[in-house]
T-cell receptor, first 117, second 111 residues
Framework: GAVVSQHPSRVICKSGTSVKIECRSL??????MFWYRQFPKQSLMLMAT?????????EQGVEKDKFLINHASLTLSTLTVTSAHPEDSSFYIC?????????????FGPGTRLTVT | EDKVVQSPLSLVVHEGDTVTLNCSYE??????LLWYKQEKKAPTFLFML????IEKKSGRLSSILDKKELFSILNITATQTGDSAIYLC???????????FGQGTRLTINP
């Protein structure tokens, strides 16, 4: 149980285009999903916390107009990188927290590797 | 500001050695500390620690938390090449409802 999927697993896009990444909880309902970014040889940096049916909470320094987050249902959150630039190239990981559970009980997706050319 | 610091950042040892990874933290309203192993994709959960002095063990891996000195260690005995990975420490701070990650320790086990 507690499986989180991400799609796509890998994407290459041209500079200036937008890319959407999906995060799904497959066998549980998640009121909260978290979006992380990981640069090579670095740790996970929390970008935003996504709550179903409400606006996402962004961490300091993360541009909300550039990284659009939508959490339309209890099993799906999306991250859209708008007007992507090469510096947005990174590994994006989502995680989901089951209803009623604490932040420590997050289940991670397999990640999406974004390359912007 | 909540902070989690791991050391060393990188460690290279030979197969069979024992390693100790460190994690110190400064957070408000500590709730739990977690250890993860990350190979090529998403982190996989290893341990969650909430109480001081109680060792958690899983095979060759063990971990313990000291809430007075605000740190945790992760021990791996009789290391194998499959233990090569990034080990991440994260702390849940009660008020924030989120995990704060340390920088990670990149462990390399040479045959």
């Amino acid at each position: 149980g507690a499986v989180v999927s991400q799609h796509p697993s890998r994407v290459i896009c041209k500079s200036g285009t937008s890319v959407k990444i999906e995060c799904r909880s497959l066998d549980f309902q998640a009121t909260t999903m978290f979006w992380y970014r990981q640069f090579p040889k670095q740790s996970l940096m929390l970008m935003a916390t996504s709550n179903e049916g409400s606006k996402a909470t962004y961490e300091q320094g993360v541009e909300k107009d550039k990284f659009l987050i939508n959490h339309a249902s209890l099993t799906l959150s999306t991250l859209t990188v708008t007007s992507a630039h090469p510096e947005d190239s990174s590994f994006y990981i989502c995680s989901a927290r089951e209803i009623g559970k604490g932040a420590s009980e997050q289940y991670f997706g397999p990640g999406t590797r974004l390359t912007v050319t | 500001e909540d902070k989690v610091v791991q050391s060393p950042l990188s460690l290279v040892v030979h197969e069979g050695d024992t390693v100790t990874l460190n994690c110190s933290y400064e957070v408000t309203n500590f709730r739990s500390l977690l250890w993860y192993k990350q190979e090529k994709k998403a982190p996989t959960f290893l341990f969650m620690l909430t109480s001081s002095g109680i060792e958690k063990k899983s095979g060759r891996l063990s971990s313990i938390l000291d809430k007075k000195e605000l740190f945790s260690i992760l021990n791996i005995t009789a290391t194998q090449t499959g233990d090569s990975a990034i080990y991440l420490c994260a702390v849940e701070a009660g008020g924030a409802q989120k995990l704060v990650f340390g920088q990670g320790t990149r462990l390399t086990i040479n045959p």
